[in-house]
């Protein structure tokens, strides 16, 4: 069993929507700060955005800041992605991660762990 399970992924157009949706089968979400990475083909694994634990607020990547927007829903134990104005360059594999020590900002793959297998994310006209 994977620690972590992404869905959502999909092709859409330039200017569209996708909203991508992570489940922690094995840990509690609300007792971690979780994050949304990509990586797109050639390219070194990116932070996209986190959400801190408890009333911890949100950070963002300023390539996807205004236009992505991070969430937990706590009672179904997961995190959430939702992606508008979606661009031709936000074509990637998306993973999601927890953060497992206190550095979860700025967004570093070192500082996570759990990571799934990801959704590919595909932007194209």
């Known amino acids: 069993q994977v620690p972590l399970v992404e869905s959502g992924g999909g092709l859409v157009q330039p200017g569209g929507s996708l909203r991508l949706s992570c489940v922690a089968p094995e840990f509690t979400v609300s007792n971690y700060a979780m994050a949304w990475f990509r990586q797109a083909p050639g390219k070194e694994r990116e932070g996209v955005a986190v959400?801190?634990?408890?009333?911890?607020?949100?950070d963002y990547a300023d390539s996807v800041k205004g236009r992505f927007a991070i969430s937990r829903n706590n009672a179904k134990n997961k995190v959430e992605l939702q992606m508008t104005n979606m661009k031709i360059e936000d074509t990637a594999t998306y993973y999601c991660?927890?953060?497992?020590?206190?550095?979860?900002?700025?967004?570093?793959?070192?500082?996570?762990?759990?990571w799934g297998q990801g959704t590919q994310v595909t932007v194209s006209s």
């Open positions: 991660a927890r953060c497992f020590g206190s550095t979860c900002w700025p967004l570093s793959p070192v500082n996570y762990n759990s």
């Open positions: 959400s801190y634990r408890g009333a911890g607020g949100a």
